[in-house]
């Protein structure tokens, strides 16, 4: 049994953290990266660990030593921060890209501020007139906490369901 008093999910809660994803989506979908870094927390921590392919049902298949990338606020706000200049040859034509957000589980925390959040996704981009069409899926498990009156992203952690990535890079954001 819990020491600490569960915070109930109201339909209201849910709806405002849905709306900070939602949100969050939208920004990435249409290039507006600046606003995306002012719905994440100053001490955020943004990973994404390899997948394994273990035998057995039940096993856990997430890498306990192994990530695509372990980042914070301040080196995504450098990733964006290039992304506004000429170097930014990944960007060049700009992707075309899509997040979709789905099954969004919320539970309370022992911080009556603070939730965590579980959410799939589905990412799609391509780019330039290619057929191609690269895409990304699995599970994000994040914190979310009130700071200030609004709901901020304090941590992170994606997990692909591929444990091979197929994109041709990894420069979007999840």
């Known amino acids: 049994m819990s020491s600490y008093l569960s915070i109930p999910i109201t339909a209201h809660l849910q709806m405002e953290i849905t ?12 290039g507006k990266y600046k606003e995306w870094l002012d719905l994440l927390s100053d001490n955020l921590t943004y990973r994404m660990p390899l997948r394994e392919t273990l035998e057995g049902v ?3 298949n997430v890498s306990k030593d192994a990530l695509f990338f372990e980042e914070t606020k ?5 990733r964006v921060n290039r992304l506004y200049t000429k170097s930014a040859w990944v960007e060049n034509p700009a992707t075309r890209q899509r997040h979709f957000i789905s099954n969004i589980m919320i539970e309370s925390t022992k911080n009556p501020e603070e939730f965590k959040v579980r959410s799939y996704f589905l990412f799609k981009r391509s780019r330039g007139s290619t057929h191609d069409i690269e895409e990304m899926f699995g599970e994000r498990n994040d914190i979310v906490r009130k ?3 609004q709901w901020k992203i304090v941590s992170r ?3 692909p369901d591929q444990s091979v990535i ?8 999840l």
């Open 166 to 173: 197929t994109t041709m890079n990894m420069s979007m954001f």
């Open 74 to 78: 301040k080196s995504l706000t450098t």
């Open 58 to 60: 039940g096993a856990d």
């Open 157 to 159: 952690t994606i997990l």
């Open 19 to 30: 709306n900070l994803l939602n949100m969050e989506a939208y920004y990435l979908d249409n």
């Open 147 to 149: 700071e200030s009156n």
